[in-house]
């Protein structure tokens, strides 16, 4: 059964940074294509951004709102995702969501890692 | 960005009775493999999203038949052949071809 289960929210100050992780069981964690994607209180879904699998480069994108602040890495021996978050904004307060991608969408999601960026 | 449109945005359901929600995309979702990349989920209340149907008709595991999706192009549908209980909460279309883009989600709630 593919489990993701994420931690590491919490409440931040504005300008101030925070580091998620994903730890990943059920499947084959090496091959996989991962994203983080992210819902504010009582809003609709957001795409943050994604990882590929190391066999097929490794690369990273990011959506317009965090590019530059945001960074996703995997640690394949830990079967493990990270999302370092710095320079957070109010607008970035939601439940993030690790998300394993599968045809061209996301197929497995955790139960989602609360992060709130208020003074 | 590709922006995906839902509706309606509301959608109050008879138990036993067909649902049917719409998605419209700002611009074809082909890709150049051929693949049409448009997703479909489900979120309870207080819940992680579920997918239930990838490339547009394709049921995920475990998805009960009465879901069903079709499409091409820029304009898709999901359907429920017969609403339960479990099958309100909020439906998202999302597509994969462009990047990821959600649409705004459709609430079902039985009557």
């Known amino acids: 059964e593919v489990q993701l289960v994420e931690s590491g929210g919490d409440l931040v100050k504005p300008g101030g940074s925070l580091r998620l992780s994903c730890a990943a069981s059920?499947?084959?964690?090496?091959?996989?294509?991962m994203s983080w994607v992210r819902q504010a209180p009582g809003k609709g879904l957001e795409w943050v951004g994604r990882i590929i699998s190391k066999t097929a480069g490794g690369t990273t994108d990011y959506a317009a709102p965090v590019k530059g602040r945001f960074t996703i890495s995997r640690d394949d021996s830990k079967n493990t995702l990270y999302l370092q978050m710095n320079s957070l904004k109010t607008e970035d307060t939601a439940v993030y969501y690790c998300?394993?991608?599968?045809?061209?969408?996301?197929?497995?999601w955790g139960q989602g890692t609360l992060v709130t960026v208020s003074s | 960005d590709v922006v995906m449109t839902q509706s309606p945005l509301s959608l109050p359901v008879t138990l036993g009775q067909p649902a049917s929600i719409s998605c419209r995309s700002s611009?074809?979702?082909?890709?150049?493999?051929?693949?049409?990349?448009l997703n479909w989920f489900h979120q309870r209340p207080g819940q992680s999203p579920r997918r239930l149907i990838y490339k547009v008709s394709n049921r995920d595991s475990g998805v009960p038949d009465r879901f069903s999706g079709s499409g091409s192009g820029t304009d898709f549908t999901l359907k429920i052949s017969r609403v339960e209980a479990e099958d309100v909460g909020v439906y998202y279309c999302m597509q994969g071809t462009h990047w990821f883009t959600f649409g705004g989600g459709t609430k079902v709630e039985i009557k």
């Open positions: 998300t394993r991608d599968l045809d061209g969408g996301y197929a497995s």
């Open positions: 611009q074809s979702l082909v890709y150049s493999d051929g693949n049409t990349y």
């Open positions: 059920g499947f084959t964690f090496t091959n996989a294509w």
